[in-house]
């Protein structure tokens, strides 16, 4: 995680100071780039604690489909008790009660995020050919036309951005298979939370890739991280300046159980991170 820890390190001391949505202020800088072989090792951060399993939740509930809240909190907790909170709990709470979603105690409605997006894309054409799955097409295709440049999964639907609690931050991604049949995967995010939300996105798109490479038969190759518009809120920087003192650890492993060859077929049990040590958690408020 030394790229990162750089890229963190770079925005607070080179970054520019901006207004932001939420009004707390920010001290960004405009388009960075982050590789990660992970062939070699798993990109979990170690200079803080990562959220592993809400790492993992949260893909498994894209990958379902659902912008139902509390169905995150029942894949998390195993059960949507209005109690155990996610972390989209407050955009639910929040954008989701704005736009006049169902806020109750089993049910909270986020819009047409990425799950919808990425299982259920509805276009113009939608009468004759119903929804488009990205997820199951690009992998129909990585499998059929590896050397394809058309691997691509949006959750940037324009037309839906105004139902959405939370317009999507990490908006693309495109798969790339090697000649030696490795899988890349290279993702733009338009916007990120540099200390509390980039380490979870690296994360989850490393076990996206490790996902997809194993149900497509390939080789797991680097994932790739594009940033637009890289940010500290200006209430982290003491949590940022505590983390940069801290030197990282080993990297740890991904291990996923071989068995499963169905991208639908994963469940919280399939995953464990081997050999992951780290710091203690940095508490930060999340922006709203």
């Given at each position: 995680m030394k790229q990162y820890l750089q890229a963190l390190e770079d925005v607070l001391q080179n970054g520019d100071v901006r207004d932001d949505r939420t009004g707390t202020g920010t001290i960004g800088?405009?388009?960075?780039?982050q590789r990660y072989d992970l062939s070699k090792s798993f990109p979990a951060v170690t200079t803080k604690k990562l959220a592993w399993k809400s790492v993992?939740?949260?893909?498994?509930?894209?990958?379902?489909?659902?912008?139902?809240?509390?169905?995150?909190?029942?894949?998390?907790?195993?059960?949507?008790?209005?109690?155990?909170?996610?972390?989209?709990?407050?955009?639910?709470?929040?954008?989701g009660v704005a736009l006049?979603?169902?806020?109750?105690?089993?049910?909270?409605?986020?819009?047409?995020?990425?799950?919808?997006?990425?299982?259920?894309?509805?276009?113009?054409?939608?009468?004759?050919?119903?929804?488009?799955?990205?997820?199951?097409?690009?992998?129909?295709?990585l499998k059929n036309d590896p050397f394809s440049r058309r691997h691509i999964i949006s959750a940037w639907n324009v037309a839906d951005i105004k139902d959405m609690a939370l317009p999507p931050c990490h908006i693309m991604m495109q798969f790339y298979v090697t000649p030696d049949g490795k899988l890349d995967l290279l993702m733009y995010q338009r916007s990120a939370d540099m200390?509390?939300?980039?380490?979870?996105?690296?994360?989850s798109y490393s076990v996206l890739l490790q996902m997809v490479a194993q149900v497509t038969n390939l080789k797991v190759g680097t994932f790739i991280h594009n940033i637009g518009d890289a940010h500290i809120y200006l209430n982290h920087r003491d949590q940022v300046n505590e983390q940069l003192a801290r030197a990282p650890m080993k990297a740890p492993q991904l291990k996923?159980?071989?068995?499963?060859?169905?991208?639908?077929?994963?469940?919280?049990?399939?995953?464990?991170?081997?050999?992951?040590?780290?710091?203690?958690?940095?508490?930060a408020p999340m922006a709203v």
């Open positions: 800088i405009f388009g960075t780039q993992l939740s949260e893909l498994l509930w894209f990958l379902e489909g659902s912008t139902d809240e509390r169905r995150l909190a029942e894949i998390l907790h195993g059960t949507r008790d209005i109690n155990k909170r996610t972390i989209w709990t407050d955009n639910a709470n929040a954008q006049g979603y169902e806020n109750t105690d089993t049910v909270k409605k986020l819009g047409p995020i990425y799950g919808k997006q990425w299982r259920s894309w509805v276009g113009a054409d939608y009468l004759r050919h119903g929804a488009y799955d990205q997820i199951k097409t690009t992998i129909n295709n200390f509390l939300g980039v380490p979870f996105n690296i994360a996923i159980n071989p068995l499963i060859t169905e991208i639908d077929g994963f469940v919280m049990d399939d995953f464990e991170l081997v050999g992951y040590e780290s710091y203690a958690s940095i508490k």
